[in-house]
């Protein structure tokens, strides 16, 4: 799909990363897309130029609600991740967790239990759990990689 797109001459960025694939012991790192299912385009879209993406094999829809009204990453957020992928950093993907969320702990001693995320920073969230009969809660620290939306 981006081989096809830039062929057409389209300005297309397919974000890529390496991870680890398969078993042990066959298993190796392979460049994969960092958004799956996702390839940024930066052109001017007419109906046109539409119909040739959304033709193009592979390409289920362009996000927006038709050509004329198109939905927008914004400039800034997509050149950050081209920088970090430029880069030589390890990057991987992350999920995105907003304060508020109900979140799982999924690794480490406190595996398993399920809470709130009342501080996502950095490194470290606050996670908190709720005794809601005596309208108590409890918060701990916990590495930010080790929750997932629950």
Do not use: N
């Amino acid at each position: 799909m981006h081989d096809q797109l830039a062929s057409r001459g389209f300005d297309v960025f397919l974000p890529k990363h390496l991870a680890w694939t398969g078993r042990a012991p066959r298993r190796r790192r392979l460049e994969q897309p960092l958004f799956a299912g996702y390839l940024f385009v930066r052109d001017p879209i007419d109906k046109a130029r539409y119909i040739a993406i959304t033709s193009t094999r592979g390409v289920a829809r362009i996000l927006g609600d038709g050509w004329d009204r198109l939905a927008a990453v914004p400039h800034a957020e997509v050149d950050a991740v081209r920088r970090l992928t430029a880069g030589d950093a390890q990057v991987y993907r992350h999920r995105l967790l907003h304060d508020g969320d109900r979140v799982r702990i999924v690794g480490g001693p406190l595996t398993g239990l399920e809470g709130l995320l009342v501080r996502a920073h950095h490194a470290r969230s606050l996670f908190v759990v709720s005794v809601g009969l005596l309208q108590r809660a409890v918060a701990v620290e916990v590495d930010a990689a080790l929750v997932e939306p629950a």
